[in-house]
């Protein structure tokens, strides 16, 4: 038995890191009432469907979700630094790094999807995608 995936492994990884992004937007979302979150959330669910499908308009989607994620990750790391936090909480640079990895990690990894979606789509006009009529 064979099968044939309609989503190739670019777009497939993308969709994972999707799903994980609008499970953990929706989650903060709910239990911080943070509108701008479940946005996020939800911009990430119809993004999730759009790479499942392989369709060029979710390319959009993804590269504003991970500028929105990056543009905040970096207001968070200046209000924090602006704030004494990382001095108050940390005995050395290192250790302050070293608990930022993880977020930087995923701002590292939107930024790999970027690059997936812009390798599945390109350049190419958007009619040239998802489309079976002929």
Known sequence: MSFKLITP???LFTTALLVIYATYAFLIGSIEDSVPLLAGGLVAAVATYGT???RPWSRWLVYLITAGYIAKLGLSFW????SGYFDLRFDSTGAAIRSLLPSMTMALLGLVCCGLVWIEFGAKPL????STRT
């Open 127 to 130: 009619s040239s995608h998802g």
């Open 79 to 82: 209000q924090a630094a602006e």
């Open 9 to 11: 492994p670019g777009m």
């Open 52 to 54: 499942a499908m392989v």
